[in-house]
């Protein structure tokens, strides 16, 4: 599986940073020290832990956070 | 021109642009607005159709996400430390108007009446104590049960509190609270109001909720927000800032009067808030407002709020910010300085945006910019 370069990647309302080497959402999530329970959007299109990242995409987790009442 | 504005005239924009094409500018105006959110980019202020010109045709912008991800991340790269910069130089200017803020806090009734936590968990020891002390046949157990957990309860809350007293004592660590609040991006600080902090979010929020499976696809500007956070009682009220839209007493789907409904992630907001952690407070209130589930239970859901054409008119206290923030500053010797060398970085990051080779970028590295050529494929 060919790695991803330069993908910027960010937790909703953090700081955004560059991974040089990723190939999956899940080696992003790993990469980024990430824990618990989380979603994962690819140039703002929700994808799974399993989808392949390109070059220069942006990949933004959530907090499975839901507000409501 | 901003993407609201574009989006607004895009007939006049594009006239003479086949429907389709429209669309596709249209698809790809609201991609921008969302990884510019996301990635608390400040874009208000840019020129969206000259950042993204399109060499193809004068009136249309870029569509491929990667390019258009390059140029925004350039332009982050070239800002964000200024605008950081300038929150962080308000925060420092209303340090004498948080220090009355504090004073104010501190003196509140509120803190008085924490001195009596201390008696009320004695009591309950007391109790607890004196119930182990029965025979085994007059013991009440669930008495046992309920005096242990409410000490543990009021134990923990005195501990938040004691936290959130020092911090109500000291300037100083109030202050850096708030810079971590503004470090992080999605917030920018803009002042003090009597005992309440004031923050606005970096960017406009957009909402989306998607499914391509179910072919759901919903994606609104909800606007920018003001966030009052009250430091006596931790509690944050938000408020309409600058296009906002409203349905009935709902200015968002998880806010109400001005209410956030945190769902899930209330306990987490109850401790940050107990212990009076401003930058959690914060992070969890930016995580509701710019997170949308129609399985949360939303006041509102982002359907209702999809077709809604009445704005909200811009505050009075927002079109003082941005006419402030749009004025010249007189700057001092050291801020000229400062600026020659900002200056310097802004034009070699904005030549990389825009095709021109930066003074010190290495060949190699152009050149696999200018390799690549822009498809016209649309990733939105």
């Not at chain 2, 025979?135 to 669930?142: C, F, G, I, N, P």
């Not at chain 2, 930058?279 to 949308?292: A, P």
């Not at chain 2, 020659?340 to 070699?348: D, E, G, L, R, Y």
Request: glycine letters at 6%.
């Amino acid at each position: 599986m060919a790695k991803a370069k330069k993908v910027t990647a960010q937790v909703l309302g953090g700081e955004t940073q560059v991974l040089d080497c990723c190939a999956t959402v899940q080696d992003a999530f790993e990469d980024l020290g990430l824990d618990g329970s989380y979603t994962a959007t690819v140039n703002g299109e929700p994808v799974d832990f399993d989808h392949e990242l390109s070059d220069y995409e942006f990949l933004c987790f959530s907090p499975a956070v839901k507000g409501g009442c | 021109m901003q993407i609201q504005e574009i989006i607004k005239n895009k007939d006049t924009i594009f006239a003479g642009i086949e429907p389709k094409k429209v669309e596709e500018q249209i698809k790809t105006l609201r991609y921008i607005e969302l990884i510019a959110m996301q990635a608390n980019i400040d874009i208000s202020k840019v020129d969206v159709m000259k950042m993204f010109k399109s060499k193809s045709a004068s009136n249309t912008i870029i569509t491929n996400p990667r390019f258009i991800n390059r140029i925004l991340f350039s332009f982050h790269e070239d800002n964000s430390i200024a605008i950081k910069r300038k929150s962080l130089e308000d925060l420092l200017k209303s340090q004498t108007r948080l220090e009355k803020t504090v004073k104010k806090a501190h003196g509140n009734k509120h803190f008085q009446g924490m001195k009596e936590l201390g008696s009320t968990i004695k009591g309950f020891q007391d109790r607890l104590k004196s119930e182990q002390e029965k025979s085994a046949e007059l013991q009440r157990t669930d008495y046992i049960k309920y005096f242990s957990t409410e000490i543990t309860r009021l134990t923990e809350y005195a501990k938040g509190q004691d936290a959130l007293r020092e911090q109500m004592t000291n300037v100083d660590v109030l202050v850096k609270q708030i810079a971590k609040v503004v470090n992080a991006g999605f917030w920018k600080f803009i002042g003090v109001s009597g005992t309440k902090l004031k923050f606005i979010t970096s960017s406009d929020v957009i909402l989306f909720e998607k499914n391509p499976k179910g072919k759901l696809n919903l994606q609104k500007n909800m606007g920018t927000y003001l966030v009052k956070l009250d430091l006596i009682e931790m509690e944050p009220i938000v408020h309409t800032f600058r296009g906002n839209v409203r349905h009935f007493d709902c200015i968002h789907p998880y806010v109400s009067e001005g209410v956030i409904c945190f769902g899930n992630s209330y306990s987490y907001f109850h401790d940050a808030q107990s212990k009076g952690d401003i930058y959690e407070i914060m992070n969890m209130v930016g995580m509701v407002l710019g997170t949308y589930s129609s399985a949360g239970g939303p006041h509102r859901s982002l359907l209702t709020f999809m077709n809604l054409n009445n704005q909200v008119k811009m505050t009075k206290e927002a079109a003082a910010y941005y006419a402030k923030q749009d004025k010249p500053k007189k700057t001092s010797k050291v801020d000229e300085l400062l600026e020659s060398i900002s200056t310097k970085a802004v034009s070699n990051g904005l030549a990389k945006t825009i095709g021109k080779k930066p003074e010190n970028a290495s060949d190699q590295e152009f050149d696999d910019d200018e390799n690549e050529s822009e498809d016209d494929s649309v990733y939105v």
